[in-house]
């Protein structure tokens, strides 16, 4: 199963996040590492749902991107 993540630079660190598991976020200094920890927290949270009975969610989140002229 793969989902998408959001990774997000900052001024001195890197965050991420997955948008199809709401809750699931991972912070590190380098965008290497944030990738690293982020797996790792999907891991950790399909786990704890397994184990609680909750339904793993599916992956439908997609990226895109949209031009601005001028800007």
């Given at each position: 199963?793969?989902?998408?993540?959001?990774?997000?630079k900052?001024n001195?660190?890197?965050?991420?996040?997955?948008p199809d598991?709401p809750?699931?976020v991972?912070v590190?200094?380098?965008?290497?590492e944030?990738?690293?920890?982020i797996?790792?927290?999907i891991?950790?949270?399909?786990?704890?749902?397994?184990?609680?009975?909750?339904?793993?969610?599916?992956s439908?989140?997609?990226?895109?991107?949209?031009?601005?002229l001028?800007?």
């Open positions: 199963m793969r989902y998408m993540i959001v990774i997000e900052g001195t660190s890197c965050g991420a996040y997955v598991l809750g699931c991972a590190g200094e380098t965008e290497a944030v990738k690293q920890l797996q790792e927290a891991e950790f949270h399909l786990e704890d749902l397994t184990e609680s009975g909750a339904p793993i969610p599916p439908i989140s997609r990226r895109d991107y949209v031009e601005i001028g800007a």
